[in-house]
């Protein structure tokens, strides 16, 4: 299991990539519509900026852009 990894302090790009448990192959094309209106919500909310993505059967991968800065020692926003 790969663990995560430190928030780039200021501007960071993000490669993230999920896998469906037991790699069964469940994303159809609804499920896939799902997951692109969600994901779009969720980067609204947390100000960040979706560069790419690719939904395939089993997993997808997602390029994402936090251009927000951090603010204090903490890296607390």
Known sequence: MRHARMKAVGAGYYHCMSRIIERRFVLGDAEKER???????????????????????????????????????????
């Open 35 to 77: 997951l692109l209106n969600r994901m779009r919500r969720l980067a609204a909310f947390g100000g960040i900026e979706i560069l790419a993505y690719s939904f395939l059967s089993n997993h997808f991968h997602v390029l994402a852009l936090d251009s927000l800065q951090v603010t204090g020692e903490s890296g607390l926003r």
